[in-house]
């Protein structure tokens, strides 16, 4: 046998060759079976040389496999002073753990391919399973150091962390050195420890640390072995280790878990023990505690559970077992917190949306910019936060409920209602003052920055477009909060601040939200004229953004009968031009093309421009629909010089996207004898026009009649580039049936196009 086989691979071989169990070699040698497990497992001292005869005598080793035990003995006894039992055991591991296959597959390569040891940091917030992970880990891959695996638990958390002088002295003694040969400094003992650790293959848990300095001076240098840091701070100071960062399960895992825990009983409903996992957060600790009281409860079901769970106000108290519960986990990060940080952690428990940024928590908390900034890093740092994109910072569902519980335990009412008026204010003054940069307001909203509200970048409509869409979530939340206030005139006022940027955002699924409101509100103000504008712009999200035709041609035709009560012109005729569109979706062509005429003769007596564009292009629909082609093409030509007549008076987005449905209609006339040259070059002007865009749906389609126009032409490069564009356009808008016609036309190009 090779020599540098360790002693206990050999003990283990020869008893397995022997055909004996632990029992009946403690028998034959008088040795104990668990000194011989400890001897086999490599967890005990190297045995002496009168124990280790009477343990080859017993197994009838031979030369030269006898000498070979002695040999390998001898350099164990060269390479390491023995560790000492009882210190720094590694705890009980999770008998059901699941999941964290990635995770494990990468410890396990650290330890095979690193010859020179490796340092691995395990982070993320608290319940993720850091601990459950790194011990998991040690049960797997201890076999591989034959030096010991050992554990320490440096207590970051708490009132007294343990110092790394303690901790390199508990290290020591683990390690086999005398408790009065010891160093008694810490510089010393760091030295003393790094030197064993050159020599030896350990694997080492220094579990829950505080900080850089905690961990800094434990770690050895050049060594066999892995040293395994878990913490809920991110540790950036430490360099040379590779990192873990722990997130709550998936879906599909945090079910297995569960079910793993729970055992046969979770058999029974499996949608009930996902609805569990769900309201669980997919957290580890969670799903732990969940599983316990299903299994302390043998009456309760998955179902029940998920019941006491679905109340958001006692779900925290009902993920509590024993001494274990979730919110004492998030309690412990959140007593490292200042007065400062843990007054923003409160405060963001009242953000609508599911993030928030440096400016909403500045606002929320009254802080400078920067100093949010920093104090949201610091919660982050903490596992109280998750970072997202660009800055941004969003709560797991479980912390936001720990949060509104501290607010509404530590802040008085009055506080309360102070931050949150504060925040809704100033989200309604962004969106308002960012709006105006789309509709007739914008030269008004680049002229006057002294209005511009503070902490958003207003100065261009690409930092307003930004800014409604990064924080899309929370100014809808904070209109919803002033229509439930009765602030009527404010909710009108965003609206239609907001419904010119509508266009450029059409694949938003909420401005059916906002113009409802808005509908209501103007309303509830008894104003006609601004209730059928309200009704109009609701009328135009039911078409454009959802498709709901027949809801378009109602909300439409309301507005038409309300605005005929008040006397406006302009809203009649935008009413009968977007009815004109639902009839033209829903088939009916006739209604379409007479509709449209009445709306052209409303907008031109009215003065509006863009109506009367509107209007124009329906008309053009609902002619070519009734077969009358020749009076089409008049119609959309007609079109097509008002639309690119200087100084009309037109929306400039609003022109762009109906021009290019003009050109779309003349690209389709041009392709109906074969002319595909020119219908190439019509979708390809309307393509342009779209792509800084944002109606995808419209885009899409054109991008598939530019393909098929170029697949005729023989150009199928060019085609398929067109077709992988409508595709990815398909599948942003979960549009299955688009997605196989785009994947149809991608395989068409592959072989004889017909």
Not at 163 to 173: I, M, T, V
Not at 723 to 733: E, G, K, Q, R
Request: hydrophobic fraction near 45%.
């Amino acid at each position: 046998m090779p020599e540098d086989v360790p002693l206990g691979t050999l003990l283990r071989r020869h008893r397995r060759a022997a055909g004996m169990t632990l029992e009946e070699v403690a028998e034959t040698s008088g040795v104990s079976a668990r000194a011989i497990s400890d001897m086999e497992r490599g967890r005990t001292r190297v045995p002496q040389r009168r124990t280790l005869r009477s343990l080859v005598d017993a197994l009838g080793v031979t030369p030269p496999d006898r000498d070979a035990v002695f040999t390998a003995a001898a350099a164990a006894r060269e390479r390491r002073a023995p560790w000492v039992s009882g210190f720094c055991e590694l705890p009980r591991g999770a008998a059901d753990f699941t999941a964290r296959a990635s995770e494990m597959a990468a410890l396990g390569k650290m330890t095979a391919e690193d010859q020179f040891g490796s340092i691995v940091l395990i982070s993320g917030p608290p319940g993720t399973g850091k601990t459950t992970l790194a011990i998991r880990a040690a049960e797997v891959l201890g076999g591989a150091f034959r030096d010991g695996c050992f554990f320490v638990d440096l207590r970051g958390l708490s009132d007294q962390p343990l110092g790394p002088a303690e901790a390199a002295s508990r290290l020591l003694r683990a390690l086999g050195v005398a408790e009065s040969r010891v160093p008694a400094g810490q510089q010393d003992r760091a030295e003393r420890l790094r030197g064993l650790l050159r020599q030896r293959r350990t694997l080492i848990i220094l579990d829950n640390a505080a900080s850089e300095s905690q961990v800094r001076e434990l770690l050895p240098g050049r060594s066999p072995g892995l040293v395994v840091i878990t913490s809920r701070r991110s540790l950036a100071g430490l360099e040379n280790l590779r990192r873990l960062a722990l997130e709550p399960m998936r879906a599909a895992d945090a079910a297995d878990l569960l079910a793993a825990i729970v055992g046969p009983r979770a058999t029974a409903d499996q949608a009930a023990i996902a609805e569990v996992s769900e309201l669980c957060g997919n957290l580890p600790l969670a799903l732990r505690i969940a599983g316990s009281r299903l299994l302390s409860r043998p009456g309760w079901t998955a179902r029940y559970m998920a019941f006491r769970l679905a109340d958001a106000r006692r779900r925290l108290a009902n993920l509590t077992a024993g001494d274990l519960a979730v919110s004492a986990a998030f309690r412990l990060s959140y007593d490292q917190l200042n007065d400062q940080g843990r007054r923003l952690f409160r405060r963001l428990s009242l953000v609508p949306g599911d993030e928030a940024g440096p400016a909403l928590a500045a606002v929320l908390a009254g802080y400078a910019p920067a100093e949010a900034e920093d104090t949201l890093e610091e919660l982050a740092d903490l596992g109280l936060l998750q970072p997202a994109a660009d800055g941004r910072y969003r709560f797991h569902d479980l912390v936001r409920l720990f949060a509104t519980e501290r607010l509404e335990d530590e802040d008085l009412p009055a506080d309360r209602q102070a931050a949150a008026d504060r925040m809704r204010r100033w989200l309604l003054d962004v969106a308002l003052t960012a709006g105006r940069w789309f509709g007739s307001g914008a030269a008004a909203a680049a002229a006057d920055p002294d209005h511009t509200p503070v902490l958003a970048d207003l100065e261009s409509a690409e930092g307003a477009a930004g800014w409604l869409r990064v924080e899309g979530e929370n100014w809808l939340g904070a209109l919803r909060q002033a229509a439930a206030a009765g602030d009527h005139a404010r909710v009108v006022e965003v609206a239609e601040s907001l419904h010119r940027f509508s266009n450029h955002w059409v694949s938003w699924r909420h401005w059916d939200a906002v113009f409802t409101m808005s509908v209501a509100a103007a309303r509830e103000l008894g104003d006609l004229a601004l209730q059928a504008a309200q009704l109009n712009h609701l009328a135009w999200s039911q078409a454009a953004c959802y498709r709901r035709y027949q809801r378009c041609v109602e909300h439409a035709l309301t507005a038409h009968r309300i605005a005929g009560e008040a006397g406006d012109l302009r809203q009649q005729a935008w009413a009968l031009a977007y009815t004109a569109y639902g009839y033209r979706e829903l088939g009916d062509t006739g209604r379409c093309a007479d509709l449209a005429r009445r709306a052209a003769a409303l907008a031109l007596e009215a003065g509006d421009q863009e109506a009367y564009s509107q209007a124009l292009a329906r008309l053009g629909d609902g002619l070519h629909g009734l077969g009358r082609s020749g009076e089409a093409m008049d119609v959309r030509l007609r079109l097509a010089a008002l639309l690119t007549t200087p100084g009309i008076g037109i929306h400039p987005e609003l022109a762009a996207v109906t021009l290019a449905g003009v050109y779309v209609q003349l690209g389709d006339r041009c392709a109906e004898p074969g002319d595909w040259t020119q219908a190439a070059a019509y979708y390809e002007m309307a393509s342009r026009l779209l792509r800084t865009r944002d109606v995808p749906s419209f885009e899409a389609a054109v991008r598939m009649a530019l393909g098929r126009a170029l697949a005729e032409l023989g150009q199928r490069d060019e085609a398929r580039a067109q077709f992988d564009a409508a595709s990815a356009l398909f599948v942003d808008l979960n549009d299955d049936e688009g997605s196989e016609r785009a994947e149809s036309a991608i395989s068409a190009c592959g072989s004889a196009w017909s």
